[in-house]
């Protein structure tokens, strides 16, 4: 079983609130992701990091920022929330150079 | 650049073999992988198939791949309730090294 964990689990704000979704991994990974995920639909990649202190850009332009200080901490911040930014938030990590990632269970966020 | 496909939905009644099907463009992905998320939840690894691997079985589980064809597919047999979800195929890309997701096909299994 993948040791990967997000929090908070849901989150519900208010327009323009500053927010930190957290993700952490025990399994000593070089690679984590960050996820947006509309109910039932495909996935964008929004962020990745190959290590500590490498942050990338995803394949979906989004307005939140990541960083990587440690290898098993990849928290995704939001400056200011708003109703588009509504959505899921999966994170996942991987071995480098390997395919198979590993998920955690997801933040569902709400913004109002 | 580089994609994968599925279709979007598969109906099955309870007992029946589920088939779920997948494309991908890129020639020198190495391993393609079988994800299935649960409503509510994050995506959990299944299976997977090296490249130079026709078939894999797992238990119910059953992957096919031609490589010719680039073509993936997932057999389960004697489908269950509970493997009502959404069926992600994935290709990795040596070349780009990354991981391409297909859409997701949702099964529904009925009695």
């Known amino acids: 079983e993948a040791d990967i964990y997000q929090t908070p689990r849901y989150l519900v704000i208010g327009t323009g609130k500053k927010i930190t979704l957290e993700c952490s991994q025990t399994?000593?990974?070089?690679?984590m992701y960050w996820y947006q995920q509309d109910p039932g639909m495909e996935l964008h990649l929004i962020h990745y990091?190959?290590?500590?202190?490498?942050?990338e850009k995803g394949d979906l332009s989004s307005e939140s920022t990541v960083s990587r200080i440690r290898t098993e901490h990849f928290p995704l911040t939001l400056e200011s929330a708003r109703p588009s930014h509504t959505s899921q938030y999966l994170c996942?990590?991987?071995?480098?150079?390997?395919?198979?990632?590993?998920f955690g269970p997801g933040t569902r966020l709400t913004v109002t | 650049g580089e994609d994968v496909e599925q279709s979007l939905f598969l109906s099955v009644r309870e007992g029946d073999s589920s088939v779920i099907n997948c494309t991908y463009t890129d020639s020198s992905s190495t391993y393609l992988y079988w994800y299935k998320q649960e409503p509510g939840a994050g995506l959990q690894l299944l299976t997977y198939?090296?490249?130079?691997?026709d078939m894999k079985q797992d238990q119910r589980l059953t992957v096919l791949l031609n490589k010719k064809d680039k073509h993936l597919s997932l057999r389960i047999a004697d489908t269950q309730t509970g493997d009502s979800a959404i069926y992600f195929c994935?290709?990795?890309?040596?070349?780009?090294?990354?991981?391409?997701f297909g859409a997701g096909t949702r099964l529904a299994v009925h009695p």
């Open positions: 399994m000593g990974h070089d690679k």
């Open positions: 994935a290709a990795f890309s040596g070349g780009y090294n990354k991981l391409i």
């Open positions: 990091s190959y290590g500590v202190n490498s942050t």
């Open positions: 198939i090296f490249s130079n691997m």
């Open positions: 996942a990590s991987s071995l480098q150079g390997a395919g198979e990632q590993y």
